[in-house]
């Protein structure tokens, strides 16, 4: 007795069509992933470096890091369910599943975190009340607009069809926008009071004020790049009538936010290999220093460096005690 197998695949043949519907989520997903190892790289070197951060900071970036672990577990939630299990079933990109709404609730609460640390910055660099009462502004502005794409995620979780997606463009619209309008207010802000004490502190020791040019530089592509990004996924998001594209840019979005805020912190080390006898290191005869800058609310500020040398400058006296990024 013999019996036959038909072990021909059938033959699937997906419209073109279908293409920049899936193509997006495809290249995003894989973004994503590659900057949540990234992420993964920075926390580990933040884990190595800064054991004696304070607890509210560490307590930030570690925070921060399970939002974005979350997040990679929604984006693999969404490119799973719409690029392998519902592969030639043309209704999984019309009706959407959990994954697909949690994005933009994701992605509105790790720029608010981001958001919160950076205010938190221009609050102790502030040396008066009108900073104070601006920064203030800066959070409200922030926690409004990521409070609405929030509820735009809630909103659409209970609609769950892409083609009413129009029902939620004006808070996503808003969101976006105001995300973007936050970010440049938090950089220009950034590069004010970074660009005053840098020109105090020129005048003591140019050392500190290469430092504070490195904060500045970083503080521009920070703001820079992240507002940029919103506002090309808020051009695409209205232009998405027949393509996934803003999708790409929902995925990649929260990592920018993450990874920015990560380089910043980690950007306080400036590691260097010396050479050096086998004392200073038994594996390879080389020792790690880390370079910071530190400024108090009363000691003037202080810049450490390898070789035991300290400068001295009176560059921000309302910073209580803690460690900015340089």
């Given amino acids: 007795m013999s019996s036959e ?9 997906p419209s073109e069509k279908f293409l920049p519907l899936v193509g997006p989520i495809l290249v ?13 790289l920075q926390v580990y070197v933040y884990y190595l470096a800064f054991p004696g951060d304070p607890l509210w900071t560490k307590a930030a970036v570690y925070g921060l890091f399970v939002l974005d672990t979350i997040d990679s577990v929604i984006t693999t939630d969404v490119a799973w369910k719409m690029l ?6 043309p209704e999984t990109l019309i009706k959407t599943d959990w994954g697909f709404a949690m994005t933009p609730v994701i992605d509105a609460t790790i720029p608010i975190w981001v958001h919160m640390f950076y205010a938190w910055r221009l609050w102790v660099l502030g040396r ?8 203030s502004g800066i ?10 794409g929030i509820a735009s995620g809630i909103t659409y979780a209970t609609i769950n069809d892409v083609r009413k997606i129009t029902e939620i463009y004006v808070p996503i619209s808003t969101w976006l926008a105001g995300s973007a309008f936050v970010d440049l207010l938090i950089a220009t802000s950034m590069v004010y009071l970074l660009l005053a004490a840098r020109k105090q502190a020129v005048k003591w020791n140019r050392a500190t004020g290469r430092k504070l040019t490195n904060m500045i530089r970083l503080s521009v592509e920070s703001g820079v790049a992240s507002a940029a990004l919103a506002i090309i996924h808020l051009t695409f998001f209205l232009s998405s009538g027949t393509n996934n594209i803003h999708l790409a840019f929902a995925f990649v979005t ?26 200073s290191n038994p594996a390879n005869g080389n020792a790690r220093q880390v370079t910071l800058v530190e400024f108090c609310e009363t000691v003037p500020a202080t810049v450490s460096s390898g070789t035991g040398r300290s400068g ?15």
């Fill in 128 to 135: 008066n009340m009108k900073w104070k009462c601006f920064t």
């Fill in 139 to 148: 959070v409200i502005l922030s926690l409004a607009v990521g409070i609405t």
């Fill in 84 to 89: 392998c299990r519902g592969w030639g079933k």
């Fill in 254 to 279: 929260p990592k920018l936010y993450s990874n920015s805020l990560m380089v910043s912190l980690n950007s306080r080390a400036g590691v260097y290999e010396r050479a050096g006898s086998s004392s």
């Fill in 5 to 13: 197998y038909n072990t021909t695949l059938p033959a699937i043949n």
């Fill in 312 to 326: 001295h400058s009176d560059i921000v006296n309302n910073i209580k005690g803690s460690t900015l990024a340089v």
């Fill in 28 to 40: 995003g997903a894989s973004l994503s992933w590659w900057l949540y190892g990234i992420m993964v």
